[in-house]
């Protein structure tokens, strides 16, 4: 990959200082790309400018979020959203942002929109091109790219100023499609700028300056594409940036990057895409927070600002984005006690809530003031999407197409694959819903009018990769249908590209017709990952009921094993005890007693787990005790638990612990182990409740699930995912509880 200051498409800056500090922000979002209506485009290259749906709802995002959890005040905030973020625009805000910041202040810009990439003959680069982002006035004539080389020399003068600037861009500089089959979700890339840069000069990489202050987050490697994706309300956003919100519900505002960067990553790829996030800084900013904050001076709340007041409603400026939902309650506080109290009526859109008055007089409140988030109430969102075709195809049909990939399979010209974690086709043949299509190194064109063998094989390169996926029977397309409609939290989706998890077909190694599921987007890249690129495959040997009734109750079951996996990798804890568990799970080489400070492993290694007491917290401060319990989920969708013993029950499982001195007990072992298979993301889980599982022995060691949720929290409905007789014990509200994550890959060499 090229040096990562090409891929600055899009920029988070900050400014921070050890006396006064302040923390100021650029927002730059662009959906409108293309001409006014009848404007004449000049140009070679770009010709069409398409437009985005995702970013304005990525910048509002973004804009809730950084002053409700990192409080920065709104004054401090600039945005330019669609025709706003002009070449000139562009330019001129991030000069004043950094003329507005002083040595040691907190920067931030980001970018979401287009990216792309422009002909420089005289740079040193092998392709002879720069990385850039593009203005929405990009269409004129004249108008250039902001090429990373230019927005080098624009983040190392904050750099050179003393200023802790963060960067975050979520766009692409590549067009090219994956191999595999294609989804119809929206690429943030645009052609190539139809002009030579001719600039021979190399500015040094900002990540790679000596200060150690700058940071880069970025949406995808620069040959990939950076996807949109629609949010559980239907909103379109960007599929790094829908991410890193639910990341940050997710993390406490003292989460280091490197933790919040494996969430996202993780979360990423439970939402079905391929793409790799880039993630670039000093060792120091990594293991800082997000916008290198000093950790402890920002208390674990979300607080909401007042956007105004209408008859008796209080409207908030503050709503999906937040996490936000119908019921959560929101105080405001004078001197420790309760001076005002709202509950939320309605959640309008990505930054506004409705919320009316419980307690207090309405006109203490005044626009503008935060208010404090002080319960926690549960999304009703689905864990699974998943896509199944509107229409199954006739079984006669689909045998006779099953015959034709048994004979490329048996041709010798190709390289025939059924599994694609193992290997990405070089071609692929799919039917997308509506027709064929055959993609060939990453380039969609329609399949031969009639399908054969030799039609096929025209297509392909001698002794490449070669995949067929089967459509659906319409028998075991209602089947299915039938049995996910009964469960809440797995839904169907009309369109591929919102989809986690696809229903698909092939032909097994033994020449049968199967069915599966696989990711909306596979890459066999992602084969070690928490949530598996295909399942196992299930034979569909006749098209009797009991035969599609038997592949159907299979599907079902993955369905629910992945929604299980998918939960628990999403499930966000009540805010406000994210900071009140005092220790953090490790994981430690068993025979070197040394921490396992890279996330992988290999089959057969022995190694122990260890709660471990945070820097941040003292012996001086307490507690409350909590119930903790560990248990792994494998990429099956096993459950297997770790601590405590199942026979213990629920005696020696309470902490924090203090010793005789009641300072606090810095280092426990919990338990010892050794890696097997499968090969790929266990994720571990530290549970810390205040209520004990009664059944904890049967709640955490599940092979695969059995049941519905039925509980009326998402905590409750996982761990009752998979138990016949509940969670006897959790209760309904149980709010006060703590989910620490671990995600460790472990490889057979």
Not at 666 to 688: K, M, Q, R
Request: charged fraction near 25%; proline fraction near 5%.
């Amino acid at each position: 990959m090229k040096r990562v200051y090409l891929l600055l498409l899009s920029s988070l800056l900050f400014c921070f200082s050890s006396f006064s500090q302040e923390k100021k922000a650029l927002l730059i979002a662009i959906n409108k790309y293309s001409p006014p209506e009848g404007a004449e485009v000049k140009g070679k290259s770009r010709t069409f400018f398409p437009d985005l749906e995702g970013c304005v709802n990525d910048g509002r995002s973004l804009y809730s979020l950084i002053i409700s959890r990192f409080q920065f005040a709104p004054k401090n905030i600039d945005t330019l959203f669609n025709e706003a973020a002009s070449r000139v625009n562009m330019e001129k805000s991030m000069n004043q942002l950094l003329q507005k910041c002083d040595k040691g202040d907190i920067a931030f810009i980001y970018y979401a929109g287009h990216g792309s990439q422009v002909v420089n003959s005289l740079s040193p680069e092998p392709d002879k091109k720069d990385e850039s982002i593009v203005p929405a006035d990009a269409w004129k004539e004249g108008v250039k790219d902001f090429r990373d080389k230019e927005l080098a020399v624009i983040f190392n003068k904050f750099i050179d100023k003393g200023v802790k600037l963060t960067v975050i861009t979520d766009c692409c500089h590549s067009g090219s499609l994956s191999r595999g089959p294609v989804d119809n979700s929206k690429s943030r890339y645009i052609a190539d700028a139809d002009y030579d840069a001719k600039d021979p000069s190399t500015p040094a990489p900002p990540e790679t300056r000596p200060e150690g202050t700058f940071l880069l987050l970025a949406a995808a490697q620069d040959n990939e594409s950076a996807k949109e994706q629609a949010d559980e309300n239907r909103l379109p956003h960007g599929a790094f940036t829908l991410a890193l919100v639910k990341a940050l519900e997710q993390q406490s505002v003292n989460a280091s990057i490197a933790n919040l960067f494996n969430s996202i990553r993780a979360i990423l790829k439970s939402n079905g895409k391929r793409q790799e996030p880039v993630l670039a800084g000093s060792s120091s900013r990594r293991q800082g927070t997000l916008f290198g904050i000093e950790k402890g001076t920002l208390p674990d709340k979300s607080l909401v600002p007042i956007r105004g007041i209408e008859a008796d409603k209080i409207i908030l400026q503050g709503g999906f984005a937040l996490g936000l939902q119908v019921e959560n309650e929101l105080v405001k506080f004078r001197n420790g006690d309760t001076l005002a109290k709202l509950v939320i009526e309605e959640v309008n859109s990505i930054n506004r809530s409705t919320a009316r008055m419980i307690k207090g007089n309405i006109q203490d409140l005044k626009a503008g003031e935060l208010l404090e988030v002080t319960n926690w109430v549960s999304s009703d969102a689905p864990l699974l999407k998943i896509y199944i075709p509107s229409n199954g195809a006739d079984y006669p049909g689909i045998m006779k197409l099953s015959s034709i990939n048994n004979e490329l399979r048996s041709s010798g010209k190709v390289k025939w694959i059924n599994n694609l974690e193992k290997q990405d086709p070089y071609t692929t043949l799919y039917f997308n819903g509506k027709s064929y299509k055959i993609n060939v190194d990453g380039k969609e064109q329609n399949a031969p009018a009639n399908i054969s063998a030799s039609s096929v094989l025209s297509f392909c390169k001698p002794d490449s990769s070669f995949y067929f996926e089967m459509p659906v029977p319409t028998e075991l397309l209602s089947s299915l249908k039938q049995r996910i409609k009964q469960n809440k939290s797995i839904i169907i989706v009309d369109d591929p590209s919102e989809a986690h998890y696809i229903v698909f077909g092939t032909t097994d190694n033994n020449g049968n017709l199967a069915y599966g599921l696989r990711r909306a987007q596979t890459s066999a890249r992602d084969s070690l990952e928490s949530m598996p690129v295909q399942t196992k495959l299930f034979s569909l040997s006749g098209n009797s009921l009991s035969e599609n009734e038997a592949v159907s109750s299979h599907l079902y079951e993955y369905t629910m094993r992945l929604s299980k996996i998918r939960g628990w990798l999403n499930l966000t804890p009540p805010l406000d005890n994210t900071a009140k568990f005092p220790y953090r799970l490790q994981m430690r080489n068993k025979e070197t007693n040394t921490e396992l400070t890279t996330p992988a492993y290999k089959l057969g290694d022995k190694i122990s787990f260890h709660l471990v007491a945070d820097g941040e917290f003292t012996g001086a401060e307490r507690f409350p005790k909590r119930y903790i319990y560990v248990f792994m989920i494998d990429k099956e969708g096993n459950m297997l638990l770790g601590y405590p013993d199942a026979g213990e029950g629920n005696m020696n499982n309470q902490f924090p612990k203090y010793d005789h001195n009641r300072e606090l007990v810095t280092d426990i072992t919990l338990f010892e182990g050794e890696v097997s298979e499968p090969a790929g993301t266990d994720n571990y889980f530290l549970l810390a409740s205040d209520e004990p599982i009664t059944n904890y022995d049967i709640v955490f060691n599940q092979e695969g699930v059995r049941g519905n949720p039925a509980t009326g929290n998402p905590l409750g409905n996982l761990l009752n995912l998979g138990n016949e007789g509940g969670t006897r014990g959790f209760s309904k509200s149980a709010s006060n509880w703590n989910l620490i994550r671990l995600a460790v890959k472990s490889n057979r060499n």
